[in-house]
């Protein structure tokens, strides 16, 4: 016994092939999201009825706080410091991995809503929790973490730090796109205009189905034409320019540009823009730069935006983690496909690329991050969209379950990839 007693204490304590004790490695996967959870439980404890000064109003509004300027200010600070035309082309993989892991994540989430038939209307908003992973908040927390650590297995603490934040910061531009265009679409309301809706109220053959067409007096905001026509003078020279505006705006309404076209994507646009012309960022992005001032104060803003985000979640919790309507064999089904089934194919796309020579060789950072892209919990960011469209409480329930089992799943995924890269 005083035997495998010692091997056992060997095992654990002794670094592995990535530089990191087995304990360590569970250590870097567990606090971040331990981190997670003390925020989340401050939000509920400052909404819950004993303190009650985060009422339900409140984090509609710090939501909107979030999207509109932190989450913005956080990206545009970041990848404006980080990106140059040369590393552009050098990391195209890193947002395509995104576009691919939403992709392959929101097949799974097909197959897994199709087989469990989540009660009506959460047959899109199971796809998504299953499809869209935490691309950002996460992944920065676990990569301070693990570049803290002097015998990290990436060598230098600053040079990690630098390169698994740019990697991250690079790829959220995508997850912007993506939260505002594909994530806002699925959790539309159903045709009543609200998720909360008894499942004997409507008929079962419409139960997975979200129409586009709903009476105008039904609409939601999202639903209610994005401009309103104007008369047209009779003037011919006026009547030509008013048709080409009329044209223009049932473009702007019939693509949702005003869905796409939102803060976080107009700050990736700009700080990529900004970013690749050595004259602008030498103006704005360097240190000793005349307007620093302003990345400065978009970079303290920033920092502002996971606990807020968190603080607002961890708020509609309030009723308690049981109070979604979704069902513990949903919520279940949730878990297993976004913890169990996702990341074995990440693991896959990501092993084929490097085989086809699309990622830069010998740059084992690079490699774990596009990993963590498929590995992370449910996206905190969609919990957002969630809550702004009508269904936050039942989104926070799943964050909730999905980041407790993702203590495990994410340490048990990272000592698999520490051993595979190293």
Known sequence: MDGVHRVLIQVLTEPQKGGESLIGTIKIAVLPIAKVFTMCFLGFLMASKYVNILPSNGRKLLNGLVFSLLLPCLIFSQLGQAITFEKMIEWWFIPFNVILATISGSIIGLVVASIVRPPYPF???????????????????????????????????????????????????????????????????????????????????????????????????????????????????VTKQGKVKSFLKFLYEKLKLKQIIQPPIIASVLAIFIGCVPFLKKLIFTSDAPLYFFTDSCMILGEAMIPCILLALGGNLVDGPGSSKLGAKTTAAIIFGRLVLVPPTGLGIVMLADKLGFLPPDDKMFRFVLLLQHTMPTSVLSGAVASLRGCGRDAAAVLFWVHIFAVFSMAGWIILYLNILF
């Open 123 to 237: 047959f899109k908003f199971t796809i998504v929790q299953i499809g869209i992973g935490n691309i950002g908040n996460v992944p920065l927390v676990l990569i301070a973490a693990l570049c803290r650590d002097q015998s990290n297995p990436f060598g230098d603490s600053m040079k990690c730090s630098q390169d698994g934040n740019a990697y991250i910061s690079f790829g959220q531009w995508v997850g912007a796109i993506v939260l505002y265009t594909y994530v806002f679409y699925m959790l539309a309301p159903p045709p009543g205009g609200t998720f909360d809706v008894e499942d004997g109220n409507l008929p079962i053959k419409n139960s997975q189905r979200i129409s586009s067409d709903a009476p105008a007096k039904d609409s939601t905001p999202e639903q209610v034409p994005l401009l309103t026509e104007e008369v047209i003078p009779t003037h011919t020279s």
